[in-house]
Protein backbone atom coordinates (compact mmCIF):
# COMPACT_ATOMS: atom_id res chain seq x y z
CA UNK A 1 0.00 0.00 0.00
CA UNK A 2 1.78 3.31 -1.35
CA UNK A 3 2.51 5.31 2.06
CA UNK A 4 0.99 9.18 2.52
CA UNK A 5 3.40 11.91 2.15
CA UNK A 6 4.09 14.79 4.37
CA UNK A 7 4.63 17.79 3.06
CA UNK A 8 5.23 21.11 3.28
CA UNK A 9 3.84 23.89 2.55
CA UNK A 10 0.28 23.44 4.01
CA UNK A 11 -1.33 20.92 1.24
CA UNK A 12 -4.39 20.01 3.33
CA UNK A 13 -7.49 22.14 3.20
CA UNK A 14 -7.72 24.46 6.19
CA UNK A 15 -10.77 24.69 7.86
CA UNK A 16 -13.48 27.22 7.71
CA UNK A 17 -16.17 26.46 10.77
CA UNK A 18 -19.67 27.28 9.31
CA UNK A 19 -22.84 27.03 11.05
CA UNK A 20 -25.30 25.46 9.15
CA UNK A 21 -28.40 23.24 10.45
CA UNK A 22 -27.88 23.45 13.74
CA UNK A 23 -24.51 21.68 14.06
CA UNK A 24 -21.11 22.67 13.44
CA UNK A 25 -19.56 21.68 9.61
CA UNK A 26 -16.86 22.58 7.90
CA UNK A 27 -15.99 24.21 4.77
CA UNK A 28 -12.67 23.58 3.38
CA UNK A 29 -10.26 25.49 0.80
CA UNK A 30 -6.66 25.67 -0.34
CA UNK A 31 -4.02 27.59 1.08
CA UNK A 32 -0.22 28.32 0.43
CA UNK A 33 0.01 26.78 -2.87
CA UNK A 34 2.86 27.61 -5.32
CA UNK A 35 2.54 28.10 -8.81
CA UNK A 36 5.24 29.29 -10.25
CA UNK A 37 7.00 30.15 -7.65
CA UNK A 38 3.93 32.64 -6.70
CA UNK A 39 2.05 31.71 -3.36
CA UNK A 40 -1.82 31.85 -4.18
CA UNK A 41 -4.37 31.64 -1.70
CA UNK A 42 -7.85 29.56 -3.05
CA UNK A 43 -10.87 30.65 -1.06
CA UNK A 44 -13.21 28.81 -2.93
CA UNK A 45 -15.13 25.81 -1.12
CA UNK A 46 -14.12 22.60 -1.78
CA UNK A 47 -17.47 20.87 -0.56
CA UNK A 48 -18.85 20.77 3.28
CA UNK A 49 -17.56 17.67 5.74
CA UNK A 50 -18.42 16.41 9.39
CA UNK A 51 -15.22 17.35 11.32
CA UNK A 52 -15.88 19.14 14.17
CA UNK A 53 -14.26 18.90 16.88
CA UNK A 54 -16.26 15.85 18.86
CA UNK A 55 -15.81 13.85 15.94
CA UNK A 56 -14.00 10.17 16.47
CA UNK A 57 -11.60 10.85 14.33
CA UNK A 58 -10.57 14.06 15.59
CA UNK A 59 -10.17 12.96 19.33
CA UNK A 60 -8.40 9.72 17.88
CA UNK A 61 -5.96 12.41 16.40
CA UNK A 62 -5.46 14.16 19.72
CA UNK A 63 -4.97 11.39 21.86
CA UNK A 64 -1.96 10.33 19.22
CA UNK A 65 -0.76 13.61 18.93
CA UNK A 66 -0.63 13.36 22.87
CA UNK A 67 0.71 10.24 22.81
CA UNK A 68 3.92 11.31 20.07
CA UNK A 69 4.90 14.10 22.21
CA UNK A 70 4.61 12.57 25.29
CA UNK A 71 6.50 8.92 24.54
CA UNK A 72 8.40 9.34 21.12
CA UNK A 73 11.86 10.12 21.34
CA UNK A 74 11.83 11.63 18.10
CA UNK A 75 9.51 14.12 19.01
CA UNK A 76 10.82 14.98 22.46
CA UNK A 77 14.42 15.30 21.37
CA UNK A 78 12.99 18.03 18.98
CA UNK A 79 10.28 19.27 21.44
CA UNK A 80 13.78 19.88 23.39
CA UNK A 81 15.68 21.57 21.03
CA UNK A 82 13.19 24.33 19.31
CA UNK A 83 12.63 25.23 23.20
CA UNK A 84 16.38 26.00 23.83
CA UNK A 85 16.28 28.13 20.54
CA UNK A 86 13.74 29.83 21.70
CA UNK A 87 10.81 28.25 19.77
CA UNK A 88 8.79 26.59 22.74
CA UNK A 89 5.80 24.40 20.99
CA UNK A 90 2.42 24.25 22.64
CA UNK A 91 0.44 21.47 21.62
CA UNK A 92 -3.02 23.23 21.72
CA UNK A 93 -1.17 26.33 19.73
CA UNK A 94 0.85 24.60 17.11
CA UNK A 95 -0.90 21.71 16.33
CA UNK A 96 -4.41 20.98 14.69
CA UNK A 97 -6.26 17.96 13.53
CA UNK A 98 -7.51 18.70 9.94
CA UNK A 99 -9.49 16.65 7.49
CA UNK A 100 -7.23 16.70 4.27
CA UNK A 101 -7.07 15.94 0.41
CA UNK A 102 -5.67 13.15 -1.41
CA UNK A 103 -3.42 11.33 0.70
CA UNK A 104 -1.36 14.11 2.49
CA UNK A 105 -0.58 12.96 6.32
CA UNK A 106 0.22 16.98 7.61
CA UNK A 107 2.67 20.14 6.82
CA UNK A 108 3.79 22.61 8.54
CA UNK A 109 2.48 26.65 7.75
CA UNK A 110 5.09 29.26 8.45
CA UNK A 111 2.68 31.62 7.93
CA UNK A 112 1.07 30.44 11.29
CA UNK A 113 3.43 28.52 12.56
CA UNK A 114 1.28 25.33 12.99
CA UNK A 115 1.56 22.08 12.18
CA UNK A 116 -1.50 20.56 10.50
CA UNK A 117 -2.33 17.39 11.29
CA UNK A 118 -4.30 14.94 8.44
CA UNK A 119 -6.71 12.88 10.87
CA UNK A 120 -8.34 10.95 7.92
CA UNK A 121 -5.09 9.98 6.97
CA UNK A 122 -3.16 8.77 10.09
CA UNK A 123 -4.64 5.65 10.94
CA UNK A 124 -1.71 4.55 13.62
CA UNK A 125 0.02 5.69 16.99
CA UNK A 126 3.83 4.90 14.78
CA UNK A 127 2.64 6.76 11.42
CA UNK A 128 1.37 9.84 14.22
CA UNK A 129 4.60 9.69 15.98
CA UNK A 130 6.40 10.02 12.33
CA UNK A 131 4.21 12.34 10.69
CA UNK A 132 4.88 14.62 14.44
CA UNK A 133 8.47 14.44 13.57
CA UNK A 134 8.69 15.24 10.14
CA UNK A 135 7.04 18.22 10.79
CA UNK A 136 8.59 19.07 13.68
CA UNK A 137 11.98 19.08 11.63
CA UNK A 138 10.53 21.58 9.38
CA UNK A 139 8.98 23.75 12.25
CA UNK A 140 13.22 23.46 13.88
CA UNK A 141 14.30 24.51 10.50
CA UNK A 142 12.25 27.39 10.19
CA UNK A 143 13.21 28.35 13.89
CA UNK A 144 16.33 28.41 13.68
CA UNK A 145 17.00 29.26 10.10
CA UNK A 146 16.04 31.99 7.21
CA UNK A 147 14.06 29.67 5.35
CA UNK A 148 12.37 30.74 2.28
CA UNK A 149 9.66 28.36 1.62
CA UNK A 150 7.84 29.83 -1.33
CA UNK A 151 10.31 31.04 -3.23
CA UNK A 152 13.79 29.28 -2.96
CA UNK A 153 12.86 25.45 -4.29
CA UNK A 154 16.50 24.68 -2.37
CA UNK A 155 15.33 25.51 0.92
CA UNK A 156 12.37 23.53 0.89
CA UNK A 157 14.77 20.56 -1.03
CA UNK A 158 17.31 20.94 1.99
CA UNK A 159 14.38 20.73 4.93
CA UNK A 160 12.57 18.09 2.95
CA UNK A 161 15.56 16.22 2.49
CA UNK A 162 16.21 16.52 6.60
CA UNK A 163 13.03 15.35 7.46
CA UNK A 164 12.87 12.16 5.41
CA UNK A 165 16.61 11.77 7.07
CA UNK A 166 16.19 12.02 9.97
CA UNK A 167 12.17 11.45 11.23
CA UNK A 168 11.75 7.42 10.47
CA UNK A 169 10.51 8.04 7.59
CA UNK A 170 13.41 5.81 5.38
CA UNK A 171 13.69 3.14 8.22
CA UNK A 172 14.07 -0.52 6.97
CA UNK A 173 10.67 -1.60 8.56
CA UNK A 174 8.96 0.95 7.12
CA UNK A 175 10.81 0.61 3.93
CA UNK A 176 10.09 -3.51 3.94
CA UNK A 177 6.14 -2.34 4.57
CA UNK A 178 6.28 -0.33 1.12
CA UNK A 179 8.10 -3.72 -0.63
CA UNK A 180 11.50 -1.32 -1.14
CA UNK A 181 14.71 -2.83 0.14
CA UNK A 182 17.65 -4.51 -0.36
CA UNK A 183 19.62 -2.03 -2.13
CA UNK A 184 23.03 -0.59 -1.75
CA UNK A 185 22.91 2.59 -0.13
CA UNK A 186 18.94 2.42 0.02
CA UNK A 187 18.57 4.79 2.95
CA UNK A 188 19.91 7.56 0.89
CA UNK A 189 17.58 6.49 -2.51
CA UNK A 190 14.66 6.46 -0.18
CA UNK A 191 15.58 10.31 1.34
CA UNK A 192 15.96 11.43 -2.32
CA UNK A 193 12.78 9.91 -3.26
CA UNK A 194 10.65 11.00 -0.39
CA UNK A 195 12.22 14.57 -0.72
CA UNK A 196 11.00 14.84 -4.25
CA UNK A 197 7.52 13.71 -3.46
CA UNK A 198 7.20 15.93 -1.00
CA UNK A 199 7.98 18.83 -3.19
CA UNK A 200 5.96 17.53 -6.27
CA UNK A 201 3.20 17.26 -3.58
CA UNK A 202 3.28 21.10 -2.87
CA UNK A 203 5.09 22.99 -6.13
CA UNK A 204 3.83 23.06 -9.68
CA UNK A 205 7.21 22.39 -11.23
CA UNK A 206 8.35 19.94 -12.91
CA UNK A 207 9.97 16.20 -11.97
CA UNK A 208 13.18 17.77 -13.63
CA UNK A 209 13.16 20.75 -12.01
CA UNK A 210 12.29 19.49 -8.68
CA UNK A 211 14.81 16.65 -9.07
CA UNK A 212 17.71 19.22 -9.48
CA UNK A 213 16.60 21.03 -6.33
CA UNK A 214 17.47 17.98 -4.44
CA UNK A 215 20.79 16.68 -5.89
CA UNK A 216 22.01 20.53 -5.70
CA UNK A 217 21.46 20.39 -2.19
CA UNK A 218 22.02 16.97 -1.51
CA UNK A 219 24.89 15.89 0.09
CA UNK A 220 24.80 19.76 2.76
CA UNK A 221 21.68 18.53 3.71
CA UNK A 222 21.51 15.11 3.99
CA UNK A 223 24.74 15.37 6.30
CA UNK A 224 23.33 17.77 7.99
CA UNK A 225 22.13 15.92 11.97
CA UNK A 226 20.78 18.58 14.11
CA UNK A 227 19.28 18.03 16.34
CA UNK A 228 19.74 14.09 16.77
CA UNK A 229 23.67 14.17 16.14
CA UNK A 230 22.81 11.06 14.20
CA UNK A 231 20.69 9.12 12.10
CA UNK A 232 18.23 7.47 14.63
CA UNK A 233 17.22 4.75 12.32
CA UNK A 234 15.53 2.94 15.06
CA UNK A 235 13.74 4.13 18.38
CA UNK A 236 16.77 3.03 20.00
CA UNK A 237 19.14 5.40 18.04
CA UNK A 238 16.80 8.13 19.06
CA UNK A 239 16.56 7.60 22.47
CA UNK A 240 20.59 7.56 22.29
CA UNK A 241 20.49 10.83 20.55
CA UNK A 242 17.70 12.42 22.79
CA UNK A 243 19.94 11.41 25.96
CA UNK A 244 23.04 12.95 24.36
CA UNK A 245 21.12 15.85 23.55
CA UNK A 246 20.10 16.18 27.09
CA UNK A 247 23.85 16.11 28.33
CA UNK A 248 24.64 18.55 25.64
CA UNK A 249 24.18 21.59 28.21
CA UNK A 250 26.18 19.83 31.02
CA UNK A 251 28.93 19.41 29.28
CA UNK A 252 29.87 22.78 27.82
CA UNK A 253 28.81 24.18 31.86
CA UNK A 254 31.75 22.15 32.97
CA UNK A 255 33.77 25.17 31.26
Known amino acids: MADSVSAYPITSRRVVRAWQDGSFLCKFRWVHTVKGG ?3 ED ?4 GVHDCSENSGAHRECRRRL ?4 ETSPYAQ ?10 CTVSRDRHFSCEACDGSVSGGF ?15 SQSHMDRVVTHELIHAFDHCRAHVDWFNNVR ?3 CSEIRAANLSGDCALTNEISRFNFGLKQHHQDCVRDRALRSILAVRHISREAAAKAVDNVFDSCFNDLE ?10 DADMAYSEFKNRGRYYANF
Open 38 to 40: RME
Open 155 to 157: HLA
Open 43 to 46: RSAH
Open 66 to 69: RSAM
Open 227 to 236: PFGRIPHCKR
Open 109 to 123: DAETSEIVLCQNNIH
Open 77 to 86: LLLHAMKRSG
